[in-house]
């Protein structure tokens, strides 16, 4: 594929703000995918955040909650689509209070 036609899509690795997921780059020819991965972890009443973008042969999108924390994928296939971070990450946090609303209930409900 030519530059015109090749994708490009924000890369970083790790980062806790989507501020340090500026940086754009060209993908290889057998990458067809832009992916925004957002992890949160709780520790006590904290959350942790922590934001990974790329270049992708093939993706997944999902979005796994758990009582510790969130995993979300997004995907995406067009010119630097990858750039926004912060919905995902509020959207993750709004699964994960739900997910961990329902573990509660099934806990009490359970009489665990």
Not at 8 to 11: E, F, G, K, T
């Given at each position: 594929a030519d530059a015109f036609h090749a994708l490009?899509?924000?890369?970083c690795e790790?980062?806790?703000s989507n501020w340090n997921c500026i940086k754009l780059v060209k993908c290889a020819e057998t990458d067809s995918y832009c992916s925004t991965t957002v992890t949160?972890?709780?520790q006590g009443k904290d959350t942790d955040y922590r934001l990974s973008k790329g270049c992708a042969p093939t993706?997944?999108?999902n979005n796994m909650v758990t009582s510790l924390g969130s995993v979300s994928t997004s995907c995406c296939q067009r010119y630097g689509c990858n750039f926004s971070g912060a919905t995902s990450v509020k959207t993750s946090s709004a699964v994960m209070v739900v997910g961990i609303l329902a573990s509660f209930?099934?806990?009490f409900r359970s009489g665990l």
């Open positions: 490009w899509c924000y890369r790790n980062e806790p949160t972890s709780r993706c997944t999108e209930f099934y806990i």
